[in-house]
């Protein structure tokens, strides 16, 4: 559950309802979406269970396509998730990274580059960590994890126990700031954004122990608590601040804004190093995480087999971790932190709507598979989330076009490299559910 919760919280929740703020000016339509977006992930969590039962191995998307659609299908998500899903969320968090980190030490964050080095040390210090072995990743994040969650505790208490708020800024709009439908799906993204990483059980499911027992609890009961904390966080926020001075420049490290609003000036320094803790074990959870979906892709054939390889029988995909770090460098370095949202999330949301469906396709084709667990109020739920992905991705593309065109264009690049790694191969991936 430390992977699957540091997965989720990390610079998302810190810094997103921001924009949000920016753009929607009104704190009760921001809250809403909050719960829409706890309750989608909810739904995805329940949903992922039965897939992850059912394919107790590490991959997540990539191999519950693949199983269940076509391999080139799998594959898309696979690349997906290297070129936008893990590459983008990572690089996303490591920019919010470095914004926090200026809060804490004294350095000059106009000086050329500043903030991209932060950027780029946190990613390859924690590569390295990664790299060492299971048993060093593995307790640094739960460590960061523990830290994490005990911060955000006590933030929250704090503010809500002694902090100088007002709950009149809850029924404050912003003047002059008229939303229309296309604008809150649009937000609603940035929630999903924030949200992503509830499936992170499913990518590291052949290193849990009792997969087809501990995948729920995990999926379901982590995703729970992290929307919990969202929502106390969200209304620390607005109890800081009226929605129109959140919503103001600089808009990106709103945590921060709010809590020198709530405990005065001096609480800078310590309120950025925990949201520099907490988004550190995020992006350290990605890192650790994301790999193994490159791994299982080059074990069979669909990526180069030099990231198949590992020293020993139980050891780290440390070339999949090195490879995957390299790109989050060069898109530290050619973007910013609202592209990357916009462009990690219609993409994760396009290929988790695709996994869900693929709950659908396999009752109806495998009706005599052993599910442990199966989805309640089936086909509703399943069906709920399926639609409301679509119109999150319609509106997406409506409402920001360039961001999503490249992330569409990115995952199509993998259509030809599938076809040149998948040369000469007479089967694959034949019958091979459980």
Not at 27 to 45: H, M, R, Y
Not at 331 to 346: N, R
Not at 353 to 366: N, Y
Not at 399 to 428: I, N
Request: proline content about 5%; overall charge positive; aromatic content about 12%.
């Amino acid at each position: 559950m430390c992977v699957l919760i540091s997965n989720v919280i990390g610079g998302g929740i810190f810094t997103t309802t921001g924009f949000m703020a920016r753009d929607l000016g009104d704190p009760v339509i921001i809250l809403a979406l909050w719960i829409i977006g706890v309750l989608l992930a909810l739904t995805g969590a329940i949903c992922y269970s039965e897939l992850g039962t059912v394919f107790p191995m590490a991959g997540g998307e990539y191999i519950y396509l693949s199983r269940v659609y076509h391999p080139l299908l799998g594959f898309l998500s696979g690349w997906a998730s290297f070129t936008v899903g893990f590459g983008a969320a990572v690089a996303a968090g490591a920019v919010s990274f470095s914004s926090y980190a200026f809060q804490v030490f004294p350095i000059d964050q106009n000086a050329a580059g500043m903030g991209k080095c932060l950027a780029l040390g946190l990613v390859w210090i924690l590569t390295v960590i990664h790299v060492a072995g299971v048993g060093v990743g593995g307790f640094v994040q739960q460590i960061l994890t523990v830290l994490k969650v005990g911060a955000i505790v006590g933030l929250i208490f704090g503010a809500l126990s002694f902090g100088q708020g007002h709950w009149e800024n809850l029924e404050v709009r912003a003047p002059n700031v008229q939303p229309g439908f296309g604008t809150i799906i649009v937000s609603l993204i940035f929630v999903t954004y924030s949200y992503s990483g509830w499936n992170a059980a499913g990518y590291i499911a052949g290193e849990i122990m009792e997969p087809r027992r501990n995948i729920p609890l995990i999926m379901i009961g982590g995703t729970v608590l992290v929307g919990l904390l969202y929502f106390l966080l969200n209304l620390v926020y607005f109890y800081a601040l009226p929605v129109a001075t959140l919503g103001q420049a600089p808009i990106l490290p709103v945590a921060e804004k709010a809590s020198v609003a709530l405990f005065g000036p001096r609480a800078e320094g310590l309120v950025a190093a925990i949201l520099c803790v907490s988004i550190a074990g995020s992006v350290s959870a990605m890192i650790w995480a994301g790999p193994r979906v490159y791994y299982a892709m080059a074990q069979d054939g669909l990526f180069p087999t030099y990231f198949s390889k590992v020293k020993d029988q139980g050891a780290v995909p440390g070339r999949s971790i090195i490879l995957q770090s390299v790109w989050v460098t060069i898109l530290i370095l050619s973007g910013t932190f609202e592209q990357l949202v916009i462009y990690s999330g219609v993409v994760i949301t396009i290929f988790t709507g695709l996994a869900i469906g693929a709950i659908l396709v396999l009752r109806m084709k495998r009706p005599e598979l052993r599910r442990p667990f199966r989805v309640p109020l089936y086909p509703i739920l399943p069906g709920v989330y399926i639609m409301t992905s679509m119109v999150i991705v319609g509106y997406g593309v409506i409402e920001r076009p360039v961001e999503s065109g490249w992330a569409l264009v990115t995952v199509l690049t993998g259509v030809p490299l599938y076809f040149y790694w998948r040369r000469g191969q007479t089967t694959f991936l034949k019958d091979s559910t459980p």
